[in-house]
């Protein structure tokens, strides 16, 4: 039982590349989530899907977008990473008692 | 959306000392008020939450109050301990608001031996 599993952890980009964060789950959760966390800042939301074939945009939805492949998986897209997407990445999913879980995180840097 | 307001940002107390956490919400429908522990470099773990239908709940030495007519609830932490330092995020769900879940800002809390 693995939890919620984000990839990569790392990764380096430069002004204008596109990447994709990979995140599933292996709980069963209905809820999914992507957040992101700049240095000394609180935990922002970008996209949510509450379940599978549904997402909806969050508090920062600008520069990027999302997939809800299935119910395990919930990927996000940089189509043209700027310098201000560099941050910490958190994906997330819900149990049904409300609880979130959250994966490691994946460390952005666009240079 | 639910606005969470989180107070204080920061907070520095000695090793014994307790701590408290206060969060105000605006959305009267909210009713599930998690908290959230952050170590350093670590992910956000749940440390305890609270329903509507409940005014207080404690684990050991950590329990939240909740005021639904004032619209905040609380964290206290009482006989802190250095493992306690760590950033702390409140967060309130409207029962409408299907998953849509936000965070307070955070609060750095520093305990000192």
């Known amino acids: 039982n693995a939890g919620v599993t984000q990839t990569p952890k790392f990764q380096v980009l430069k002004t204008g590349q596109s990447m994709t964060l990979q995140c599933a789950q292996d709980m069963n959760h209905n809820s999914m989530y992507w957040y992101r966390q700049d240095p000394g800042m609180g935990l922002r939301l970008i996209y949510y899907?509450?379940?599978?074939?549904?997402?909806d945009k969050g508090e920062v939805p600008n520069g990027y977008n999302v997939s809800r492949l299935n119910k395990r998986e919930f990927s996000l897209r940089l189509e043209s990473a700027a310098p201000s997407q560099t941050s910490v990445y958190f994906c997330a999913s819900r149990r049904w008692t409300g609880e979130l879980f959250f994966g490691e995180g994946s460390r952005l840097t666009v240079l | 959306g639910e606005n969470v307001e989180q107070h204080p940002s920061t907070l520095s107390v000695q090793e014994g000392d307790s701590a408290v956490i206060k969060c105000t919400y605006s959305?009267?429908?909210?009713?599930?008020f998690p908290w959230y522990k952050q170590e350093l470099g670590k992910r956000p773990q749940l440390i305890i939450d609270?329903?509507?239908?409940?005014g207080e709940k404690k684990d050991q030495r950590i329990a939240v109050t909740l005021n639904k007519t004032a619209k905040h609830f609380s964290l206290h932490i009482t006989e802190t301990q250095p493992e306690d330092s760590a950033v702390y995020f409140c967060?309130?769900?409207?029962?409408?608001?299907?998953?849509?879940?936000?965070f307070g800002e955070g609060t750095q809390l520093t305990v000192n031996p």
């Open positions: 967060a309130a769900i409207p029962e409408t608001s299907g998953s849509r879940l936000t």
């Open positions: 959305d009267s429908a909210s009713n599930y």
């Open positions: 609270i329903r509507s239908n409940v």
């Open positions: 899907s509450a379940s599978e074939g549904t997402t």
